[in-house]
């Protein structure tokens, strides 16, 4: 099993500044096959980065992912009141999927 | 609009079963590779189970093998997960999530069904 452990678990940060969220895998993760999702107080994830690189549909291009093997980023480049949430990295190359523990970016 | 609706959900005690539904809509629900994600209350995410687009292959999680089956019905668009001999630790909501086509990642959720177990 990929064990993903994401640094820092909290990201205290303001409206505007650049926030750099960090996934690391136990093992080399299978053609980069890493998302990031979102979520907010009370909803379902959302689906941002895929492939480590590739927004999903209608996600804002000041969330840019990238890395591969075993170190993934995933970066904000000026956050967003909105933008003020749980993230997670996925890997979604090899069984059982697992995911990482969440940093929470906070004002 | 793709939507995933889960529903049966609720307070079972430890030992029990419950049954999970998810209606799916607003896409060829036979065209994709499903799975069940939970969430305890104030913890992260953790993948569950995943059933192929033709129900071919499963699988699970170790925390639930032998005791929880994912299964689909391509026919009524429902995913289902039958989860028995519940424990305690098994509390959480319960994620019906949908991959994309290919070799993508899940896109999609529903709101989530919350299950308690508790004496």
């Known amino acids: 099993e990929i064990v993903l452990t994401q640094s820092p678990g909290t990201l205290s940060l303001s409206p505007g500044e650049r926030a750099t969220l960090s996934c690391r895998a136990s093992?080399?993760?299978?053609?980069?096959?890493l998302a990031w999702y979102q979520q907010k107080s009370g909803q379902a994830p959302r689906l941002l980065i895929y492939?480590?690189?590739t927004r999903a549909t209608g996600i804002p291009d000041r969330f840019s992912g990238s890395g591969s093997g075993t170190d993934f980023t995933l970066t904000i480049s000026r956050l967003e009141p909105e933008d003020f949430a749980v993230y997670y990295c996925q890997q979604y190359g090899s069984s059982p999927r697992t995911f990482g523990q969440g940093t929470k970016v906070e004002i | 609009e793709v939507q995933l609706v889960e529903s049966g959900g609720g307070l079972v005690q430890p030992g029990g079963s419950l049954r999970l539904s998810c209606a799916a809509s607003?896409?060829?629900?036979?065209?994709?590779?499903m799975h069940w994600v939970r969430q305890a209350p104030g913890k992260g995410l953790v993948w569950v189970s995943f059933?192929?687009?033709?129900?071919?292959?499963?699988s699970y999680a170790d925390s639930v093998k032998g005791r929880f089956t994912i299964s689909r019905d391509n026919a009524k668009n429902t995913l289902y997960l039958q989860m028995n001999s519940l424990r305690v630790e098994d509390m959480a909501v319960y994620y019906c999530?949908?991959?994309?086509?290919?070799?993508?990642?899940?896109?999609?959720w529903g709101q989530g069904t919350l299950v308690t177990v508790s004496s």
């Open positions: 059933i192929s687009s033709d129900a071919k292959t499963t």
């Open positions: 999530a949908r991959d994309g086509v290919g070799p993508t990642p899940i896109d999609y």
């Open positions: 093992q080399s993760v299978s053609s980069s096959y």
């Open positions: 607003g896409f060829t629900f036979s065209s994709n590779r």
């Open positions: 492939g480590a690189s």
